[in-house]
Nanobody, 125 residues
């Protein structure tokens, strides 16, 4: 079992920044890949970024590179730095623990069924 707790969401203005944090605890924490997903209102949950235990990252093509994922293994914490936030970034952001694989020159992230409770990010114009 892996427990995930997200913090750092809030209400911001367009163009501002936020940093989300997710603390992981439980079994096999150090070997899991961790990821951020978001669930916008009226839309589907989507992958934002993922990072393996040794620092390999995955960013979907649909996500602009205003977001950066990082990880502090000593603190069992994964971060999502979000810059130049836009109204379309409004969503509940979730932390997930899963697996990172490598195939044909690319890394791929597969989520396991470990989710945090989510943190709301609202970007006001």
């Amino acid at each position: 079992q892996v427990q995930l707790v997200e913090t750092g969401g809030g209400l911001v203005q367009v163009g501002e920044s936020l940093r989300l944090s997710c603390v992981a605890s439980g079994s096999a924490v150090g070997v899991n890949a961790l990821a951020w997903y978001r669930h916008p209102p009226g839309d589907q949950r989507e992958l934002v970024a993922a990072i393996s235990s040794d620092g390999n990252t995955v960013y979907p093509h649909s996500i602009e590179r205003r977001f950066t994922i990082s990880r502090d293994n000593a603190k069992n914490t994964v971060y999502l730095q979000m810059n130049r936030l836009q109204p379309e970034d409004t969503a509940v952001y979730y932390c997930n623990a899963g697996e990172m694989s490598y195939y044909s020159g690319r890394h791929y992230y597969t989520p396991d069924d470990y989710w945090g409770q989510g943190t709301q990010v609202t970007v006001s114009s």
